[in-house]
């Protein structure tokens, strides 16, 4: 059963906009998430964190927002570069669990 | 930087081989896991291991089985390797807590 989904297997996005992915779980002892990001041929790395004490977090051209109540969280990359086309994971877990579950993924593509 | 290493990033083998698929990584990291990437479906989980010699069922163990008898080095066995477990195996660790995941680059296996 999949606690973790990204309904959006693909997002295109024009350079310079906003892209908006999002996320929902289904566990809400869930307090711990993670976004990531995965090239072709490469492993995914990590790209920014929320635990659920906080609803926002920035680094940078990255935000990502967690609504605990609908249990949803969605990251937003402004501005859209090509560099940012790539497969996006999301992960949740919670603090007292053993692992991290991962979402399906979503291909953004970053139109020039 | 933490470095996973896994030794190959393309197998062909044919169906009923025994195959190993190795993983390295190099900062002491406590817990190893073996992930599998298929498109539509995300990352599932295969096996994972807390500590030299354990290991645990993550949700897709069938037709799998791990090897850790040192702490860097965690191992996927594909006992008699089937067509079906034709995929991207990600290996990834952690130092354990609320620390992300390190992965490799990947190994793409084709079983024909």
């Known amino acids: 059963d999949q606690q973790v989904k990204q309904n959006s297997p693909s997002l295109s996005v024009q350079e310079g906009r906003i892209s908006i992915l999002n996320c929902d779980y289904t566990?809400?002892?869930?307090?711990?998430f993670l976004w990531y990001k995965k090239y072709p041929a490469e492993g995914p790395t990590f790209l920014i964190s929320?635990?659920?004490?906080?609803d926002k977090n920035e680094d940078g051209r990255f935000t990502v927002f967690l609504n605990k109540s609908a249990k949803h969280l969605s990251l937003h990359i402004v501005p859209s570069q090509p560099g940012d086309s790539a497969v996006y994971f999301c992960?949740?877990?919670?603090?007292?669990?053993?692992?991290?579950?991962f979402g399906t993924g979503t291909s953004l593509t970053v139109i020039p | 930087d933490v470095k996973v290493t896994q030794s190959s990033r393309y197998l062909v083998k044919r169906t009923g081989e025994k195959v190993f698929l190795e993983c390295v990584q190099d900062?002491?990291?406590?817990?190893m896991f073996w992930y599998r990437q298929d498109p539509g479906l995300g990352l599932r989980l295969i096996y994972f291991?807390?500590?030299?010699?354990?290991?645990e069922k993550g949700d897709i163990p069938e037709g799998y089985s791990v090897s850790r008898e040192k702490k860097e080095r965690f191992s996927l066995i594909l006992e008699s390797a089937s067509t079906n477990q034709t995929s991207m195996y990600l290996c990834a660790s952690s130092p354990g807590g609320l620390y992300g995941y390190t992965f490799g680059s990947g190994t793409r296996l084709t079983v024909v």
């Open positions: 566990n809400s002892m869930f307090d711990y």
């Open positions: 900062m002491d990291h406590e817990n």
């Open positions: 291991s807390y500590d030299v010699k354990m290991k």
């Open positions: 929320i635990s659920s004490i906080k």
């Open positions: 992960a949740a877990r919670r603090y007292t669990g053993n692992q991290f579950y």
